[in-house]
């Protein structure tokens, strides 16, 4: 079945309609200006809820039950507890124990331990996905096997979908490594430590219900309660919400990889002649191999300098926290925690502040912090020519990753993306990607291991860094070279069958995902 | 006769890389079964590689069942020769192109502080090596490469030689021991190569039978260039006649030690510290002087350790070798800082070639700073320390100083 298409500001031809909802195709950065007011959940009584606070119920299917589940409705999930997820696959187990059927998933993200899930996509169980999905069930949506469409927004776009109403979230499922009776949660303490619930604010706001699981239920108060239980209606105490060394590692170690290791040391030397790493600057880093040794080498240079940043955004992991504790950064604004010293540091250490997306990315706040970010370094499955860039799709058109706050951080004032030239024998820099997620106009630099690239755009970079000897080429002339090496890949085909929508931080479509052709 | 071959590596860690199956049968043309994660946009491409390469060998029927992590093309011409060549005889080779990226040539004199190891059937370390900078990048057909390999390294390691940009760094290759070394030289010489690495020397007789037969190799193939030797000693004997290899034929340019093996056949433990191999090195930095070549330490083992590589590179350079093997790119830099004159070794230097400007000025015999006579070996000593300075863009190139020792 053909979709109706239009084409959008940045070319691409897009759906005008997902899952029987009216969509906007994108119109340009900052064009997309919606009016009116948002979106609003329904009025609750304090009347209606036990004088005791005791909000418990035995089990997580009654809770669902008391929360009105119904065929049809929207159900959400966060992922803190990344790959060591059990929740969401128990809640499924329930909602299909109960016989519902059409289900819209609202996970912030999806992983490969959600694997058990495609079994209740099958069966009807769920409708459709509406968030990223890493791994397996991209796989199994990429070839055309979920009824409705998939969207993947960014973290702070799907704050604003809340928000405009885009998405009513019926029944919020937030899992609590710590909570009390009343719905006060936090993510510090307990097996499932996972430092933040930030990617449940919004669910925890909006939610027509609120149903908080813990396997650590303390007396009230839980303290501090980054959840409040004024929004919570029901919690439930479970054995195990995770696997804690699949939630958070017990130790990030930096790559040993030469090839990611040499992307880290440009990067950062990049940063230094273009006059970046100053005293009082802000970073943002992410957990990725080549990150986590970008942060290294900007560390050795900000210790040669003898200078401090005045903030870091993380995800956090040992290595941010170090510098933390070294005097080298004055704050961490945290958006995930990936390893234990990230939790101890952020429960301990006032230094270190759990944010949310509504903080840091939302496009419908009085502002966020994201363009407040020196610079931020990023990754990429694909780079066009124009700099546009994909973090979704692979090449051959799996859609195998999500969005994540990618999108949000483009509008730092300098965006870095340290790619490889080739993964293996598939060039990275390519004429066209295979799906649209950030415009070039925000992409500023890619760094390859046989070259840097500045955006055109960037004159102020360009002219900065002129004198510095480091590899500088045009972006095309990376791309040829990608070409002499590998050979010219033949660009996939792709099925016309559309199996997600990607959009873009104000909720309009930028791209479009396509089913891919299994041989 | 044979009919069936496995060539190449496959598994869930190795990448750039095919495992390929050649079965050659009476009929039914040819059939490539084909198994990428690259296919949706190099299934054709490979297809047709191995089709073309068939054709070449003039094989009209066969079936290869390939399984392929990202190999670029002239990986699987290399595995397809390798296996064609194991199931029939055929004098012709199947070359990819010789880049001209790959064509420039390199000096005697030229510095080798680092030297980067690479497994000689590994295709996805050899891609990127070059941009780790390393002074010379060897492909190695011994230690790293099993038995049952040696044969379709060869055909990996010429098409690298071929292919692989190495970004400016000498062209290197270890051969494998005895007979087998000497063929080895059959499959690189005529590809470009530099420096052939000959391991666990023990005689110049060796060297003289290498020498003769690379010097057949290259008029056979009507090449003129020079072929650099750098034997690698491993043994008590080596150490013994370790003045012998080093002037055994003109092609030596380097000699170095390989500690692991000589340890092992002294009998003794190899420590960070290195005093059970003193003498060893001692006598090869003399063996090596004498012969007016370069002497080359070991590679360090402990790849997570840069301190130790660090202080073990210094104390190499203060007894007088002018570089050391690497097995990881990260310890290039290392081994280069540390071979490279200290800013206070480069002041002095640089006021002494200063002094004997002025004293050839002014037609002085003498060079003298403020009262202390300097004699000409140290003039000479300050010179190279200059002129090493200038080539690791320590000091700019126009410092006054014209002395080309």
Request: contains cysteine.
């Amino acid at each position: 079945m053909a979709n109706k298409l239009v084409k959008n500001a940045a070319g691409r031809e897009v759906v005008a309609e997902i899952n029987g909802q009216q969509a906007i195709p994108f119109k340009g950065v900052g064009k997309h200006k919606p009016e009116g007011r948002k979106y609003a959940p329904p009025i609750s009584r304090c009347a209606d809820y036990p004088d005791n606070g005791d909000k418990r119920v035995s089990t997580l299917k009654e809770a669902l039950v008391k929360a009105g589940i119904k065929d049809g409705m929207t159900v959400s999930t966060h992922h803190h507890f990344r790959n060591g997820d059990l929740l969401a696959n128990d809640l499924f187990d329930a909602v299909s124990e109960l016989g519902i059927k059409d289900i819209r998933w609202f996970p912030s993200a999806s992983f490969p331990c959600h694997e058990h899930i495609i079994q209740y996509i099958k069966d009807g169980t769920i409708h459709h996905i509406e968030g990223s999905m890493n791994g397996p069930l991209g796989k199994y949506v990429s070839e055309g096997n979920m009824r409705g469409m998939a969207v993947l927004r960014s973290h702070g776009g799907r704050y604003q979908a809340v928000q405009d109403g885009e998405v009513e979230i019926d029944i919020a499922v937030i899992g609590a490594p710590m909570a009390d009776p009343f719905g006060n949660a936090n993510g510090l303490e307990g097996d499932s430590a996972c430092g933040l619930l930030g990617f449940a604010l919004a669910d925890s706001q909006y939610a027509d219900k609120v149903i908080i699981v813990t396997d650590n239920m303390v007396p009230f108060p839980c303290i501090p309660w980054q959840i409040q239980g004024n929004y919570v209606d029901f919690t439930v105490e479970v054995p195990k919400l995770g696997i804690p060394e699949r939630i958070v590692s017990g130790t990030t170690k930096i790559t040993k990889s030469p090839d990611r290791l040499l992307l880290a040391e440009l990067t950062a030397k990049f940063c230094d002649a273009a006059g970046i790493i100053r005293d009082g600057f802000s970073f943002q880093s992410g957990a990725g191999g080549t990150s986590l040794a970008v942060g290294e080498f900007f560390k050795s240079i900000m210790e040669e300098k003898g200078i401090k940043a005045r903030f870091a955004r993380g995800g956090s992991n040992k290595y941010l926290v170090s510098m933390l504790e070294e005097g080298l950064i004055d704050y961490i604004l945290d958006g995930q925690t990936f390893d234990l010293d990230g939790v101890r540091s952020m429960r301990d250490d006032p230094r270190h502040v759990w944010t949310s997306p509504f903080t840091s990315y939302n496009y419908h706040g009085k502002g966020n912090f994201a363009p407040l970010v020196d610079v931020a370094i990023l990754g990429a499955t694909e780079v066009d020519v124009n700099f546009n860039a994909n973090v979704v799709t692979h090449s051959d058109g799996y859609l195998l990753h999500g969005i994540g706050g990618w999108q949000n951080c483009l509008f730092s004032k300098t965006v870095i993306l340290p790619l490889p030239l080739m993964r293996d024998r598939v060039p990275v820099i390519i004429d066209e990607v295979t799906t649209l997620c950030g415009p070039g106009e925000l992409i500023d630099v890619i760094v390859t291991e046989r070259g840097i690239a500045i955006n055109p755009l960037r004159k102020d970079l360009i002219e900065a860094v002129k004198d510095s000897g480091l590899p500088l080429k045009p972006i095309k002339e990376l791309k040829e070279e990608a070409e002499r090496i590998c050979g010219k890949p033949r660009k996939s085909k792709l099925d016309e069958k559309v199996i997600a929508a990607i959009k873009w931080v104000d909720g309009t479509v930028i791209d479009v995902v396509r089913k891919v052709i299994v041989e | 006769m044979k009919k069936i071959v496995v060539v190449g590596n496959t598994g869930p860690r190795v990448r750039s890389d095919c495992e390929l199956k050649l079965e050659l049968k009476s009929g039914g043309g040819i059939s490539i079964n084909l198994q990428s994660k690259v296919k949706a946009m190099y299934g054709d491409s490979i297809t047709r590689t191995l089709k073309d390469g068939l054709d070449f060998f003039e094989i009209k029927d066969a079936v290869i069942d390939i399984n392929d992590s990202g190999a670029l093309q002239f990986v699987h011409m290399a595995r397809l020769e390798a296996a064609v060549k194991s199931l029939v005889k055929t004098e012709k080779n199947l070359l990819p192109e010789l880049s001209e990226y790959n064509m420039y040539q390199s000096s005697r004199d030229r510095f080798r502080f680092s030297r980067l190891y690479l497994p000689g059937n590994t295709p996805s370390m050899m891609l990127n090596a070059g941009l780790h900078s390393p002074d010379g990048i060897i492909l190695d057909l011994e230690d790293s490469v099993a038995p049952s390999k040696k044969h379709e390294a060869r055909f990996l390691v010429r098409n690298a030689l071929r292919q692989v940009n190495f970004y400016g760094a000498e062209r290197m290759v270890r051969i494998n021991q005895g007979e087998r070394g000497i063929e080895d030289l059959e499959y690189v010489l005529p590809h470009n190569v530099h420096l052939i690495l000959v391991p666990k020397c023990e005689s110049s007789e060796h060297l003289v039978e290498l020498a003769k037969r690379s010097e057949k190799i290259l008029a056979d193939n009507n090449i003129k260039q020079d072929i650099y030797f750098m034997p690698i000693i491993e043994s008590a004997l080596g150490v013994e006649k370790a003045y012998e290899i080093s002037s055994a034929v003109d092609n030596v340019v380097a000699i170095a030690i390989g500690l692991e093996d000589y340890t092992a056949d002294l009998g003794v433990q190899r420590t960070n510290e290195g005093s059970e191999s003193l003498y060893a090195r001692l006598r090869l930095v003399n063996a090596a002087k004498a012969a007016k070549i370069q002497p080359i330490d070991s590679v360090f083992s402990d790849v997570s350790d840069m301190e130790a590589l660090k202080a073990n590179a210094k104390k190499s350079k203060s007894y007088g070798f002018e570089g050391m093997g690497c097995i990881h790119p990260r310890q290039i830099d290392v081994i280069k800082n540390s071979f490279a004159p200290e800013p206070e070794e480069i002041r002095k230097a640089s006021d002494i070639v200063k002094a004997f400007r002025e004293a050839e000025d002014k037609g002085l015999g003498v060079v003298s700073i403020g009262s202390k006579m300097i004699d000409p070996p140290v003039v000479a000593r300050a010179h190279r320390i200059i002129n090493l300075a200038k080539k690791l863009n320590l000091i700019p190139d126009d410092m006054d100083n014209n002395e080309n020792d």
